[in-house]
């Protein structure tokens, strides 16, 4: 079974950082595309960043271009999201996604376009 089980979050003042890591198991973590998404009370699940299997294509949300970096360490089966300077409007429950296929063309910045999600993990900033 997939398994995506997000970490790192917690309580900051705004202008802080963060990193948050997301493990993966129950598939070939190397060969998908992994994403961000982050959901505010009330909100719809927004997309946050995402980045190709091989790491020559990200992308980001204009919110936090700049600001939020993503990465990962396939020998790790981890996707990373590395936050700085954030923000109070960051605050949220940040998922990982892998979408159902291995293969595509696009971003995949829609949440429709992923299949399996981790639990969450809350991030909440203060003024």
């Known amino acids: 079974q997939v398994q995506l089980v997000e970490s790192g979050g917690g309580l900051v003042q705004a202008g802080d950082s963060l990193r948050l890591s997301c493990e993966a198991s129950g598939f070939t973590f190397s060969i998908y595309r992994m994403g961000w998404f982050r959901q505010a009370p009330g909100k719809e699940r927004e997309f946050v960043a995402s980045i190709s299997w091989s790491e020559d294509s990200t992308f980001y949300a204009d919110s936090v271009k700049g600001r939020f970096t993503i990465s990962r360490d396939n020998a790790k089966n981890t996707v990373y999201l590395q936050m700085n300077s954030l923000k109070p409007e960051d605050t949220a429950v940040y998922y990982c996604?892998?979408?159902?296929?291995?293969?595509?063309?696009?971003?995949?910045?829609?949440?429709?376009?992923?299949?399996?999600w981790g639990q969450g993990t809350q991030v909440t900033v203060s003024s």
């Open positions: 996604g892998r979408p159902l296929r291995s293969y595509g063309s696009g971003n995949y910045y829609r949440a429709t376009d992923y299949a399996y």
